[in-house]
């Protein structure tokens, strides 16, 4: 059993039943995720040691934040209590055409207004093998992106393997501010996981200008991202939207000048937030557990497949179930 860091902030999320929209909505749905916690989940159902170090509001909110972690095992032992509100947001879920729309209110959370000194780095990665963080995270301002380059080098320091997803979010910075923010993290990153179009608008890079030619020049942008940037292992997501219930997933994996690739999957959704984190989850899991580069770019895709089978934001699905449908035993069968 290996120990995984994630650094990020915990949501709660609230959503219109049966898909419908914000200004029709009487009434939610209510459950907690964020990126970096979503990770932290997947990784303790897999069997993996999975801490979470954030912060939250000492009220019976927080209280009920902590609980939907611990009840998968999460560590949150180095979860700070401050400060009077967490964040949210509100997930309009899309139908057919109709994309998903989120909506953010997190600004003044507990999380956004921790400062420099508030973790012991050092203590935190005394005992760990790996640390996973966002672009998010430095994305909510204040001392943030300090504080994350400040637990990328602590991590390095204590021998950690370090994976980063930048996870752009539009409704947090632009580009511009995303590429200038991140480029200094990736001086510490092992393994970063990303995809085309992030790869364009944070890094310049030019993407595929045909569909069917994504898979080749996605690989040709993750091997010029390791070389710019000289990163060992740079994996790709490659998500084709055929609408808001049908996606076309796979993912690849490059390392030492060889593209590995996963079989495509396509997939009907339940509930697509989370599945970028699933994989990411995923490929630690399986690169943790010295799976070969291919065995483990083929379970990180299949467990973001599984991912959107589920609804919330933590995927729910077991190492095994994972190795099954990567092995090609999806089925429509009861067990």
Partial sequence: MSKIITFGELLLRLSPERRLRLVQAERFSVCYGGAEANVAVSLSIFGEEAAFVSALPSNPVGDAALASLKKYGVDTTRVLRQGTRMGLYYLEQGASYRPSAVTYDRAGSSFSLISRDAFDWEEIFADADWFHLTGITPALGGELPAICL???????????????????????????TAG???????????LLITNDGQAAELFGLTPAAEEAD????????????????SIPQVAMTLRTTLSSDENLWTALLYEKGEVFSARSYAARITDRVGGGDSFAAGLIHALLQKESRQAAIEFATAAACLKLTIEGDYNLSTAEEVRSLARGGGSRLVR
């Fill in 150 to 176: 400040a637990a990328c080098a602590a991590a390095k320091r204590a021998g950690c393997r370090i994976s980063f997803d930048p996870n752009h979010r539009k409704l947090l910075w632009d580009a511009k």
């Fill in 180 to 190: 200038e923010n991140i480029a200094p993290l990736l001086e510490y990153v092992d």
């Fill in 214 to 229: 994504r898979p080749a020049r996605s690989g040709e942008m993750a091997a010029e991202l390791s070389a710019r940037f």
